[in-house]
């Protein structure tokens, strides 16, 4: 192996990559600001990318070299983490630091390799989502208004819980309700992610909390003003929610997984439950792709499989 001990990577590289690599990492601290941990990832995985090409070509490789790598190079360097049991998740970083590189040469006018950003990089499982059961998700609606020292907070709370539990909204959306469009008739027009509107609608249950809630606050403000406000009159805080989130389920032993966010899944998993169409609760939910929504279908077939082992007698068997 030629070349010196590079200070960025921790092995041999050539001369115009060392070079290069020290200004990348220049602008990484200085343009992109990145965190001390960041970097490290970065640089982690960009050595160990230079390290798999080092040993496939046989020599380290100089700038023209990377400049001419082709798409199966970069995917025999993917399948080389995947036989060595590199997750895809990691994978899937690898590739977005590599990447970052890669579009940095091009800005910068260093090389120019389209090959990089022709090919899709290993698919991530996302983690299904964590509902709480039907009996957990009332029980919790009743406990969180009891708590609080003031009786209004306490249905501002029940409130908020219900609307995300009962039409299926994402906390922002929620908070970001004004009082006139309080959900006090039989729909509701939600702006989501991208600014896209749909309309979901109201059960009477969701009118009845945030009604009271209404009722009982404090602050009797213009039909702009935040529907759901703090103690002291502003537009109540996600991290507000969040921390009486964290007091319920500490209070009635729930995971860590019961969330606000939670609340969100139990409405699109209960609904699947009871026979929603996938569709459907795609729109009601304001999910852009139908795949996002069909990690419910996952979610309730484990549940199903749960009772059956549970219940069926067939399956205590061995």
């Not at 060392?18 to 990484?28: I, N, S």
């Not at 702009?224 to 537009?235: D, S």
């Not at 609904?271 to 929504?293: N, V």
Request: hydrophobic content about 35%.
């Amino acid at each position: 192996m030629t070349g010196k001990q590079n200070p960025v990577l921790g092995f041999a590289a050539q001369p115009d990559v060392q070079d290069t690599l020290v200004h990348w990492r220049r602008w990484m601290e200085s343009e992109r600001n990145v965190s001390p941990h960041t970097l490290t990832a970065y640089i982690g995985d960009v050595a160990t990318f230079l390290e798999f090409i080092t040993g496939y070509q046989g020599k380290p490789p100089s700038m023209n070299d990377l400049a001419a790598l082709t798409v199966t190079d970069f995917r025999s360097w993917l399948s080389h983490l995947a036989m060595k049991g590199i997750g895809s998740n990691s994978r899937s970083r690898a590739l977005s630091s590599v990447r970052n590189l890669f579009r940095w040469l091009d800005r910068d006018g260093r090389l120019h390799n389209p090959a990089i950003n022709t090919f899709s990089g290993p698919r991530i499982k996302r983690p299904a989502p964590k509902p709480l059961t039907v009996l957990d998700a009332d029980r919790l609606l009743e406990e969180s208004e009891k708590e609080p020292d003031e009786p209004w907070v306490g249905k501002r709370d029940r409130a908020l819980f219900t609307l995300l539990y009962g039409c299926g909204l994402r906390i922002s959306e929620a908070l970001n309700l004004t009082r006139r469009e309080a959900p006090l008739g039989e729909t509701l027009r939600v702006t989501g992610k991208g600014n896209k509107e749909r309309i979901v609608p109201v059960l009477p249950a969701v009118t009845e909390a945030v009604r009271a809630y209404m009722d009982a606050c404090p602050y009797r403000q213009g039909p702009e003003a935040p529907l759901f406000v703090g103690v002291r009159g502003g537009q109540l805080a996600p991290a507000i929610a969040q921390r009486r989130m964290r007091d319920l389920r500490r209070l009635m032993g729930l995971p860590e997984t019961a969330t606000p966010h939670a609340l969100r899944h139990s409405f699109a998993t209960h609904l699947l439950a009871d026979g929603g169409d996938l569709r459907a609760i795609q729109d009601l939910l304001g999910h852009a792709s139908l795949s996002t929504t069909q990690r419910y279908t996952d979610v309730e077939s484990e549940q199903l499989m749960q009772v059956y082992r549970s219940a069926h007698p067939r399956a205590k068997k061995v």
